[in-house]
């Protein structure tokens, strides 16, 4: 059956291909002892009206089939322990909490503030309801040093499929 603009039903105003969502960190990021949210601060493009943006947290105001991809490089800062860390893109539904999509997280391991960053990349498929609220969140599994997502080095894009 073709689609108009008459028989379009709940997707009206926001079609595939027509709504994507491009943002990368601008600011390092310090990871404390505990979990830190990888705070995309510059959008690069925000097409479609179904995204904004505070503190990290992606609303997608249009319910559909996403495509989410993120890539984060974490380093360390003055310190010559081996350190390790983890990414996860978490998913809250409307007037819910976050949880861990599975299949997301990415780990990280760095031996020494001067040697070494490692970058990690995620892609999925995602069922999207309206005003669901996405955030990549990361944290250190072991080790002393001080772990940093990397400014420039890390982004987010994010686009409907369906």
Same mark, same amino acid.
Request: charged residues 15%; glycine residues 12%.
């Given at each position: 059956? $073709?689609?108009?603009?008459?028989?379009?039903?709940?997707?009206?105003?926001?079609?595939?291909?027509?709504? @994507?969502? /491009?943002?990368?960190?601008? %600011?390092?990021?310090?990871? =404390?002892?505990?979990?830190?949210?990888?705070?995309?601060?510059?959008?690069?493009?925000?097409?479609?009206?179904?995204?904004?943006?505070?503190?990290?947290?992606?609303?997608?105001?249009? !319910?559909?089939? @996403?495509?989410?991809?993120?890539?984060? %490089?974490?380093?360390?800062?003055?310190?010559?322990?081996?350190?390790?860390?983890?990414? /996860?893109?978490? $998913?809250?539904?409307?007037?819910?909490?976050?949880?861990?999509?599975?299949? %997301? /997280?990415?780990?990280? @391991?760095?031996?020494?503030?001067?040697?070494?960053?490692?970058?990690?990349?995620?892609? !999925?498929?995602?069922?999207? %309801? !309206?005003?669901?609220?996405?955030?990549?969140?990361?944290? $250190?599994?072991?080790?002393?040093?001080?772990?940093?997502?990397? !400014? =420039?080095?890390?982004?987010?894009?994010?686009?409907?499929?369906?």
């Amino acid at each position: 059956k $073709k689609i108009t603009p008459t028989n379009l039903g709940s997707r009206a105003g926001v079609t595939p291909a027509t709504a @994507y969502f /491009d943002a990368f960190l601008n %600011t390092n990021v310090t990871i =404390g002892s505990g979990a830190s949210v990888i705070a995309f601060d510059s959008i690069r493009q925000n097409v479609g009206g179904a995204f904004s943006l505070s503190s990290g947290e992606i609303t997608i105001s249009v !319910a559909g089939t @996403y495509c989410v991809m993120y890539q984060a %490089t974490i380093g360390q800062s003055g310190s010559s322990s081996r350190t390790e860390g983890q990414t /996860d893109l978490q $998913k809250k539904a409307a007037g819910g909490t976050f949880a861990n999509v599975d299949g %997301t /997280d990415a780990r990280y @391991y760095s031996r020494s503030s001067s040697q070494d960053e490692t970058t990690g990349s995620v892609t !999925a498929i995602l069922t999207i %309801t !309206a005003n669901d609220v996405l955030q990549v969140l990361a944290g $250190k599994v072991s080790g002393s040093g001080q772990l940093i997502a990397r !400014a =420039g080095r890390s982004r987010i894009t994010i686009f409907r499929i369906a």
